[in-house]
Structures are given as C-alpha cells and as structure tokens.
C-alpha cells in the first residue's frame, strides 16, 4: 500500500491523504485534522503514516509515556509489551513487567495462531449449547411464573373456602340466636301487650259494675252476654299474667357463644400462620452425585417426570444409598433403601449411559415381585431424554428377582444382580415397560443386554 493510497478519515477530507495515524481514535488525519487533534486530545498517541506503511508495524503501547511499538509478548500477563515494559530499572512507567515471562512477538505468534483456531472452533460448539440453555431458561421461566400462578390460585381458593364456610356458620349461629330468643323470651309485640292489660283490667270492672248496677229482669240477656264477654277477657288477661311470670322467670336462663375471648383469641393466634409456602430446592438433593451433579436439565427432566406422575408439585429427594461408597452388593442396597416409601434409581453404565427408574412402592429383600396399581412406576433414559411407562399396571412394577438382588424393574426390564456393579436389561414380550426387541437403554441389540455399572444411586422421594 502507498501513501497516496491511505485518505483522511473526516468525511470533508476524504479526497486529501493522510499523513498521520492516531491509535487512540483509530483514524487517518490530513495536516488540517492532524492540528486540531494535537490541540484537543495531546495524550493520544499519534504516528506517522510510514509507520503503517511499515512491514512489520504492530502499534504503540498503550502505557502511558510510552512511544514505543509493540515489540514483546508477557507470558505472565497474556499482554502485548513495548521496551520500556521490559526494562530492567524501574519506575512509575517503565519496567512493569521486567520479572515476567517474556517471547519476542515472532516467536508467540503461532501459538496465539493455534489458539485463535481453538478459540473460534470453541464458540462455533458453544453457540448452539447457548442458544439451548436459553431456551432452557426461557421455558423454565414460563414453567416458574405458570407455578406462581398456580399456586395463587390455590391459596385464594383455600382462603375463600374458608371464608365462605365461616360466613355460612354466622348466619347458622345468628339464626340460632333468634330462634332461641324467639321461643324463651320476650318480643316486642308481648310488651306492648302486657301493657295495655291495666287499662283492659280496669275497662272490665267498670263495665262489670255497670251491668249489676242497671240490671233488671229486662234485661237478663244482657247481663248474660256481658257476663260471658268478661270471662273470655279473663281468661286472655290470665293468659297473659301467666307470660309475664313465664317470661319473669326467663331471666334465670344464660344464653352465651362459645368460644370465650380467650379461646377465640388462640383460635386467631392459629390462623394468624394458618398455611404455608414451601420452598423446596430438588436440585441440592443432586449436588453429591456422581451421576448428574452438574447437569441440570437432566435433574430437571428427572423431577418434571415424576411430579408428573405423582401429580403433586412440591417434592424432595434425599440420597440415601452411593454403591461407591455404600458397597457393591445386593445386600448393602437393600440394608439401606428397604421400606423407605419412593424411590428414584439412578444407574451409570462403564459405557455413559445414564439411566434408571421411580417407584412408589418400598423394596424388600424377599425376591417377591410387586403391583402398582397407582401406574406411577416409569424406567427412563437420560442420554434419550425417554421415560417408559407401564405397558401393563397388572404385570409385575418391580421385583426382587432373588433375595439380596439389587432393584429390579418389570420382569427384568433393568435390573441389577447380587453384584450391583452387574446388571441386565430384557425387551421382550413378557416385559412390562421394554418390549419388541428395542434395548433402548443400553443401546443393545436383540432381546436381552448387560451392563457394568460405574456408579448406581438411590434417592428417597419425599412428597
């Protein structure tokens, strides 16, 4: 490239040619550009053009003072260096990197060539891993706010259902009030009534006293009508006299609600944390396995699969048995994992092939085989992403096979023998989750497999 080739880089320059170069700015200047940057920005690091046009030309250090090229290479340090970076007698700028491992930048290149090639080979492989783990995040994030939802939901379902059965029993209570004040007490009416009795009693006297006062035999119809409309009012006016000491004596009764303020007050103090959210972190039951501890879309498939199942959607696992650390035998598997309710099975082949089955169903060291009538038994697959359910609920879910056997699901479907570092896997017409010859799990061909185990694990499902 010439001189004359290389044009300022300000759009109203660009017909004349440049004469210097600023690294800082990463622009070709004409004289005209050249003045005013040197006024406005002096620290930046301007050459000139025939620097460029140099062969071999690498750019000036960035250090500050330093108006050198780049000459140097510090290993230490992974940076480019120019003289004074090197330089055995130090101060504030120069010989930063004077103890350093240092390679001329000839004899480093090929290296940063190799690594280079690496690196872009490297991101090329990482490009579709991200793009899937953000899909995996982003489907997670949907799967999250989905259970936040739902789980909304059930707390204001909950709450209403309480809501609505308290208010139903305060009406039944304030019904149950009125009726028995109604039966046992007085009511308004009867007082006005009770009221008017003097004034009544006082009305019969005088109209009794009137009739013996004017009778005579012409009139001994009139007394007998009289006689006999004073003795109906006698009768209502007993009858009322009769409430009063009825309704007098009432008072002797105590009506009251239960419970006391006291009670009441526990009661309140109860439903002050009446439910309860619970955060329940599944992932950590892997963190001690050698299985899938580091792969969280396998312990994410793993737990989708049986809360699926279960139908529930808060559990979790314990790990209660490491055959590496627990022993190899059928023996130290069942001294750990019988009768301990559900159980996830996680088994790794010597060949990396990762799989293993859930039940709900306990083990025992009895070589009897087991129904599960709830259909939630599954063997899976994790390098096929695959779960294999039930072909038939009435078929054998797991069985011992042999006493001091390992697990064994379906009629040998996986299993593993008395020395659990040893196991088989069937696919044949009598099995209950593989069948037609298809050894999905091991990859094998025909109808029947083994397999060494490298590492078997058994997890308490907890739910």
């Not at 609600?257 to 950590?284: L, T, V, W, Y």
Request: hydrophobic share 30%; glycine share 4%; charged share 30%.
């Amino acid at each position: 490239m010439e001189e004359r080739d290389i044009k300022c880089s300000s759009k109203e320059h660009q017909e004349i040619n440049a004469i210097s170069y600023c690294c800082n700015c990463d622009v070709y200047m004409c004289n005209k550009c050249e003045n005013f940057h040197s006024n406005l920005l002096k620290n930046h690091k301007v050459f000139n053009i025939d620097y460029y046009l140099k062969k071999n030309f690498t750019g000036f250090c960035n250090e500050d003072n330093h108006k050198n090229e780049y000459e140097y290479f510090c290993k230490t340090h992974n940076t480019l260096c120019c003289v004074a970076c090197i330089a055995k007698i130090k101060n504030k700028n120069n010989g930063k990197h004077a103890d350093c491992v240092i390679y001329n930048i000839d004899e480093i290149i090929n290296d940063k060539k190799k690594i280079m090639n690496d690196n872009i080979k490297y991101l090329k492989e990482i490009s579709a891993k991200i793009q899937e783990s953000i899909n995996d995040a982003k489907n997670l994030f949907e799967r999250m706010t989905d259970n936040k939802e739902n789980l909304k939901m059930k707390v204001q379902k909950c709450f209403t259902k309480i809501r609505n059965v308290l208010n139903i029993r305060e009406g039944e209570l304030l019904s149950e009030i009125e009726e028995i004040y109604d039966k046992a007490f007085l009511k308004e009416n009867m007082i006005r009534e009770f009221e008017k009795l003097p004034r009544k009693i006082s009305s019969l006297l005088e109209k009794g006293n009137m009739v013996q006062r004017e009778y005579n035999d012409k009139k001994k119809i009139l007394l007998i009508n009289e006689c006999i409309q004073i003795e109906n009012n006698i009768k209502d006016i007993n009858l009322i006299n009769e409430n009063i000491t009825k309704f007098k004596n009432s008072s002797n009764i105590s009506i009251s609600f239960s419970p006391n303020e006291n009670e009441m007050n526990e009661n309140i103090e109860k439903f002050k944390n009446f439910g309860k959210i619970k955060k329940i972190d599944f992932i950590s039951a892997f963190a001690n396995s050698n299985i899938i501890k580091n792969d969280i879309n396998k312990q994410n498939c793993i737990v989708n699969w049986i809360k699926e199942k279960i139908n529930k959607q808060f559990l979790e696992m314990k790990l209660i048995f490491k055959m590496t650390e627990n022993g190899t035998d059928g023996k130290s598997f069942h001294r750990f994992c019988d009768k301990k309710g559900p159980t996830l099975i996680l088994i790794k082949t010597t060949k990396n092939k990762i799989f293993g089955g859930f039940t709900p169903l306990n083990w025992e060291n009895n070589g009897k085989s087991k129904i599960d009538e709830s259909n939630q038994t599954f063997i899976f697959s994790l390098n096929l992403n695959k779960k294999f359910d039930m072909i038939n609920p009435n078929r054998k879910a797991i069985q011992g096979f042999s006493v001091d056997y390992g697990p064994n699901f379906g009629d040998y479907d996986l299993g593993l023998k008395n020395s659990l570092k040893e196991g088989m896997t069937y696919a044949n017409s009598s099995c209950n989750y593989l069948s037609n010859n298809k050894l999905e799990l091991t990859g094998g061909n025909g109808d029947n497999d083994t397999f060494q185990t490298e590492e078997f694990e058994v997890y308490q499902v907890i739910y």
